[in-house]
């Protein structure tokens, strides 16, 4: 078996994994990314609508800074997030989109003078200031308070993947395409690299080397009905799931996204409502108003998703040719505004339903979208179980989500953790604990395992079908572990997951094409996602709560008291068919902004006696300062923060206005 | 929304796919016919699917977003090549041909290695905005303005997937084998519109002033009507003809 | 390191179009000038008479229009040769190029091909043309072209020539204005097939106009044959002389 040896390996060349890759290699470790598929096409390059980056340009950000995006994040996610990393997340947003707009994303840009635009439905004039003209421009997205998500028309991932993968290629970083890591090797509990199946030749090659990180996107293909790219298997995750060692964070917490076209479910974005657009229902009514009278169509994605589940339950869907739907209505906005910046909507309008989104509705109906939980990271993206293995992105449950995640904050998340996790990996690289001492007799004992993993499945004769097991879990999944849960329908998936992951223990494959075998591929894979499958299901059957995404309709509170805590999954026994749960409390007592009430969604939940306790502390704290101190120092006498960031991130950020 | 009334009959499609693995001795390149019964709006990568799980496991092909947006699945459909995710059969014939596309390593069956050429152009045409003080931008600091019709402009030009679909359709790049093609042209344009990037024409001129660049491009316009993203390529390639040549002579 | 700046590339791109360019061009007045005779005989009289010199020079030097086939031919020559490396060089390059274009159907590549063509075959056309220009400069009138026309057979150079030239000629100006101003902006598509539309109809024009020329020729060199060798004299000396 070939042996690569370098500083650094990177699995998945996302936006994430890039730019931790160019953050290492900028240090000077050597780096190589691993990729399933050509750079370029990561599922980074799907995202639409913004990146969430408080510059506070335009007219409609105006006022905007991390105090804000921070309040906003941790109310987006049910308090489920981890503050002080949101802090260090919201503090580098504007650093990582300027970073891009230096490396050549095409960021739209801020007009001077009068525009139409559209809110709650109406056409309003504004005037943009000669101040703001020409720095990066922003649009509304659901859950914020200000225009915070910037874009580049509505291929914003696609856009700053390629500067990215531009700047990776002209930093002479090497990627590996199609090759898939199939296990992490790890001595103990230190990670030093992988098992790697090249996808071409179906050759195992192992890599060695001091810091590995995962940066392998989300999981959502577990689901039959997803907005996720076909490769969104969440391999990452589960290969560090399989060391028995390295824990997942909030497997349960699932978003599902308002807006997936049907039946294909695609993704049309949320700068759709975000830019003014409107959710209709079968009777052409607006209905989100009647429901959430502050934000409407633009609550949380967690919030609207369940509105529009309620609505048809409720029976005012539409009665579709592909079962039932409701309409999203950018007519309004217009053909140009369409046409300048919804574009790639206008492109998926058109060729997968045969519609102009200029005069027509469009059907849509929530479909499963991101994955909030992965691989649990410390603040600096480090497994706290396994040493020398990191996550970002997607895939690492790093924790600025928690149990929703914010339109714009994960491509945002994935440039920043790239940033944060680069440089965490070289300091890791360069310190006592990077040195790597493996004897290739290890490396090879897992590759020899590997090898007869692969042996086993395809002298399999049980009979079973791979792409059939695949298709149950996934129907699973969608039917029992979607937006609405209850107990009963969640012990039911757990059993059927159970059952799953029995059956396909016995799969036979029918062809034994040399090279890579698609069939080998769905089988193995598939293994590895029932471990996910039912971290997910088995997580959200034990949370008897209700929180952001994760909604029980047996506990529908949000319970503070007993459920503020994260979930860890862990499998240390490569047998079982469950995961181990633990849990890991959140200190209401460190908040900077102690749980309440979102601003949408329902307002009662069952509250944490800590969280009077710390609101008093903080009212004295600030009462304290007086009235002079400046926003930087009330924030740091609640939560400081900025000493976790690298050094070189520390700095303040200059906004319109401000001295540096 | 059209509704159809009368429901016909479904259509059984016979999808005859070039079909050839590299990694087995035993293979030389041969079509096998493939019938599948038509699904409402179903595309090529429903279809696709289908064959695999039900009909032929070992069939190789790309996927990754299937919306069209990822530039994975490019392939020869019925002749012309075209991103097969978003390619609707009730859009084709019943009788369905598809290959890999040209000019591109053959992986196996209709999987190429796009990735690869890409790669290689991106590394020979230099495709990333060009600093002398590369680390002169201060992150921390309001961000350098730009004209936002310009920003547009960029994208415009930004918005190509490297699917290879202008390179399958051009007689020259099926011919010559250096040649950049309009994918490569397209983003010498793009990185000459941005200011930010600080080549001269000169240096562009030094990497597309020659036959495997702007000056082998035969104006077969296979690119520009077969771009999946309607990337004004034949304008672009045009200017840097105009611009190089006026550069170089 | 950027590599050595070579300035020929450019250079020979820019060359092969401008030679084509003025060969289109030349052709196309070519096509007026020879269309004189559906004005009449006198006409395409006093217009080879000009070419010969005559109104500058009191009397025609016929040496004047063999300067003018060599400097066509010059430009013929450079333009084939610029064009020939474009033409598939290998066995393996033209089996790549004829599976293409079989494959895809392309009409702006089938455009091309045409123009390979058609090079091809003026390759063998335009010499012999401009051979007997060139060597029989004084030939050229209304009887004696007529004769050529007719009593000599070259018509069925003159016609082939006619079809070849100009297929290739319109196509090539169209191409030409692809290749250096291709549309743009949001009539891109519009303006170009309005090109294309224009192609066309050059090319219909000037197919109708090289008829009806070459037919004139013909029916004058057939009414003629048995005085073929006389000279043409221009209808205000008969008067003079009776």
Redesign the interface.
């Known amino acids: 078996m070939q042996i690569i040896y370098t500083d650094v390996l990177v699995v998945g060349a996302g936006l994430a994994g890039q730019r931790a890759a160019i953050g290492a290699k900028r240090r000077g470790h050597d780096t190589i990314v691993l990729s399933l598929v050509p750079a370029k096409r990561s599922h980074s390059a799907a995202a639409q609508g913004g990146m969430q980056a408080s510059l506070g340009n335009c007219l409609g950000a105006s006022g905007d800074n991390e105090d804000i995006h921070f309040a906003d994040t941790v109310r987006g996610s049910d308090w489920g997030a981890d503050q002080e990393v949101v802090r260090m997340f919201t503090h580098t947003a504007p650093k990582g989109i300027r970073e891009l707009a230096a490396w050549g994303v095409p960021w739209n840009r801020v007009q001077r003078g009068k525009h139409e635009i559209t809110v709650d439905g109406k056409k309003q004039t504004v005037e943009e200031s000669d101040a703001a003209h020409g720095l990066i421009t922003s649009r509304n997205f659901g859950g914020t308070r200000k225009w915070r998500a910037c874009f580049v028309s509505d291929g914003t991932g696609h856009a700053m993947l390629y500067t990215m993968s531009n700047q990776a290629i002209a930093a002479g970083i090497p990627v590996h395409e199609r090759m898939e890591a199939l296990a992490l090797i790890h001595e103990g509990e230190r990670c030093c690299g992988a098992i790697v199946r090249n996808l071409q030749s179906g050759e195992l090659l192992a890599y060695v080397a001091k810091a590995t990180c995962i940066a392998t996107g989300g999981y959502g293909r577990i689901y039959r009905v997803s907005t996720n790219a076909v490769i969104n298997e969440g391999m990452g995750a589960a290969i560090a799931l399989e060391t028995g060692i390295a824990s997942l964070g909030n497997m349960e917490a699932i978003q599902f996204h308002p807006t997936a076209i049907v039946p294909a479910g695609i993704l049309v974005t949320e700068g759709c409502r975000g830019d003014g657009g409107l959710l209709l229902d079968g009777a052409g009514h607006r209905f989100m108003p009647d429901y959430e009278p502050q934000k409407m169509e633009l609550a949380s994605r967690d919030v609207v998703s369940r509105r529009m589940e309620q609505h048809i339950a409720a029976g005012h869907g539409v009665q579709g040719r592909f079962g039932e739907h409701l309409w999203l209505d950018i007519r309004l906005l217009g053909k140009a505004h369409i046409e300048r910046n919804l574009r790639e909507v206008k492109e998926i309008c058109h060729y997968f339903l045969g519609i102009d989104p200029v005069n027509d509705l469009i059907p849509v109906r929530p479909a499963q979208h991101y994955s909030m939980g992965g691989v649990r990271t410390d603040h600096r993206g480090q497994s706290p179980q396994l040493r020398g293995l990191f996550a970002a992105g997607e895939s690492a449950c790093w924790d600025i989500h928690g149990f929703n995640r914010l339109g714009g904050n994960s491509v945002a998340e994935t440039v920043v953790a790239g940033m944060i996790v680069g440089d965490s990996m070289a300091d890791f690289c360069d310190s006592q604990e990077g040195a790597l001492q493996i004897s290739t007799a290890l490396v090879e004992e897992f590759g020899r395992r590997e090898r007869q993993r692969l042996v086993a499945i395809s002298s399999g004769t049980g009979g079973e079908n791979a792409f059939e097991l695949t298709r149950l879990m996934q129907d699973t999944m969608t039917a029992s572990v979607g937006i609405f849960r209850h107990g009963e329908r969640l012990r039911e998936a757990v059993d059927t997951l159970q059952g799953l992951q029995r059956r396909a223990a016995n799969i036979t494959l029918r062809s034994s094409a040399p090279g890579a075998n698609p069939e080998l591929v769905a089988a193995y894979r598939l293994k590895r996602m029932l471990k996910l499958a039912q971290c997910t299901a088995f997580g959200a059957l034990q949370r008897t709560e209700s929180r952001g995404a994760h909604y029980r309709a047996d506990y529908p509170q949000r319970n503070d008291r007993e459920w503020l805590r994260r979930t860890l999954a862990s499998w240390p026994d490569a047998d079982a068919t469950l995961p181990t749960l633990e849990y890991e409390a959140l200190d209401i007592m460190g908040m900077e902004l102690p749980p309440g009430w979102r601003g949408y969604g329902d307002r009662d939940y069952i509250a944490h006696p800590d969280t009077e306790r710390r609101q008093h502390e903080i009212d004295a704290v600030l009462a304290g300062l007086g009235e002079t101190a400046d926003r930087y120092r009330r924030q740091q006498a609640l939560m400081p923060f900025e000493h976790l960031l690298p050094t070189h991130l520390r700095k303040r950020n200059q906004r319109v206005g401000d001295e540096l | 929304m059209n509704q159809i009334a009368v429901k016909e009959a479904p259509r059984s499609l016979k999808i005859r796919i070039l079909r050839h693995n590299p990694h087995d001795p035993g293979s030389s390149p041969h079509l096998q016919t493939f019938e599948l019964e038509e699904a409402e709006s179903m595309t090529l990568f429903i279809a696709l699917n289908e064959i695999r799980q039900t009909m032929d496991p070992s069939l190789q092909f790309d996927f990754v977003c299937r919306a069209g947006i990822c530039g994975s699945c490019g392939m020869i459909i019925n002749g012309r090549p075209g991103l097969a995710c978003r390619t609707l059969t009730r859009n084709l014939p019943e009788c369905i041909t598809l290959a890999p596309l040209p000019a591109f390593e053959l992986i196996g069956d209709l999987s190429v290695n796009t990735g690869k050429w890409m790669r290689g152009m991106s590394e020979h045409l230099e495709t990333w905005v060009h600093q002398r003080d590369q680390d002169k931008a201060d992150i921390d600091r309001l961000e350098e303005r730009m004209e936002p019709d310009l920003a547009e402009k960029i994208y415009e030009l930004e918005r190509c997937i490297e699917c290879g679909c202008c390179i399958a359709a051009c007689g020259t790049a099926r011919m010559r084998e250096d040649f950049v093609g309009a994918v490569g042209l397209n983003q010498i344009t793009r990185f000459r519109l941005d200011p930010r990037d600080e080549r001269s024409d000169a240096d562009f001129y030094s990497l597309v002033g020659d036959e495997s660049g702007v000056f082998g491009c035969m104006t077969l316009l296979g690119c520009e009507d077969y771009c999946p993203k309607d990337l004004p390529l034949a304008a672009q390639i045009a200017f840097l003809r105009r611009r190089m040549a006026a550069t170089g002579s | 390191m950027?590599?050595?700046?070579?300035?020929?590339?450019?250079?020979?791109?820019?060359l092969q179009s401008l030679s084509g360019l003025l060969l289109v061009l030349f052709i196309w007045a070519h096509m007026f000038f020879e269309s004189s005779i559906l004005l009449g005989e006198d006409a395409m009289y006093q217009v080879s008479r000009m070419f010969e010199g005559e109104p500058l020079f009191g009397k025609p030097y016929p040496l004047l229009v063999s300067a003018v086939g060599i400097t066509v031919f010059v430009l013929v020559a450079v333009h084939a040769i610029l064009a020939l490396?474009?033409f598939?060089s290998s066995s393996r390059?033209y089996r790549?190029?004829h599976?293409?274009?079989g494959?895809?159907?392309?009409p702006?590549?089938a455009l091309?091909y045409a123009q390979v063509i058609t090079g091809f075959c003026l390759f063998f056309l335009v010499p012999t043309h401009l051979y007997t220009v060139i060597t029989q400069p004084e030939n050229i009138g209304p009887y004696a072209s007529s004769d050529r026309v007719w009593s000599e057979r070259f018509w069925i150079v003159y016609a082939l020539l006619l079809l070849t030239v100009h297929v290739h000629a319109a196509i090539g100006v169209y191409?030409l204005a692809?290749?250096?101003?291709?549309?743009?902006?949001v009539n891109?598509t519009r303006n170009?097939a309005r090109l294309k539309l224009a192609m066309w109809c050059i090319l219909g024009f000037f197919i109708v106009l090289g008829t009806a020329s070459l037919l004139t020729y013909m029916r004058i060199g057939y009414q003629h044959a048995d005085r073929a060798g006389e000279r043409y004299v221009p209808a205000a000396l008969h008067t003079e002389d009776s």
């Open positions: 950027p590599k050595a700046l070579s300035a020929w590339p450019a250079r020979i791109d820019l490396r474009k598939p390059q790549q190029l599976r293409h274009m494959a895809i159907r392309h702006d590549t091309w191409r692809m290749k250096w101003y291709a549309p743009s902006g891109a170009r």
